[in-house]
């Protein structure tokens, strides 16, 4: 089981920068699939970004692809995401996700992913 704490959220304006970090403790996140969501008031929480855990495969959002980077060091039980390029829609509370799945293997679906942090407002003006 592992806990998850996201930081680095904030304001920014349009077309710049951000990056996000989830710091995860407990046990055995070197072996869990891990996964950015956002979600926006009367909104569904929708998929951002997952990576597995070595980062051998990694997954993108149609809407982010080319402006995020989303990476992980295991030596120090953290993810990121880098966000670039930020455009007022990508306006959310940012999400990170954790669960066990098999060394390539990255989920896509809230679902599917058993352990969140508390999430982070980004917020992009225009």
């Known amino acids: 089981q592992v806990q998850l704490v996201e930081s680095g959220g904030g304001l920014v304006q349009a077309g710049g920068s951000l990056r996000l970090s989830c710091a995860a403790s407990g046990r055995g996140f070197s072996r869990y699939a891990t996964g950015w969501f956002r979600q926006t008031p009367g909104k569904e929480r929708e998929f951002v970004a997952a990576?597995?855990?070595?980062?051998?495969?990694?997954d993108y959002a149609d809407s982010v692809k080319g402006r995020f980077t989303i990476s992980r060091d295991n030596s120090n039980n953290t993810m990121y995401l880098q966000m670039n390029r930020l455009e007022p829609e990508d306006t959310a509370v940012y999400s990170c996700?954790?669960?066990?799945?098999?060394?390539?293997?990255?989920?896509?679906?809230?679902?599917?992913?058993?352990?969140w942090g508390q999430g982070t407002q980004d917020t992009v003006s225009s």
């Open positions: 996700a954790a669960d066990r799945y098999l060394e390539l293997e990255l989920r896509n679906t809230k679902e599917e992913y058993k352990f």
């Open positions: 990576i597995s855990w070595r980062g051998g495969n990694i």
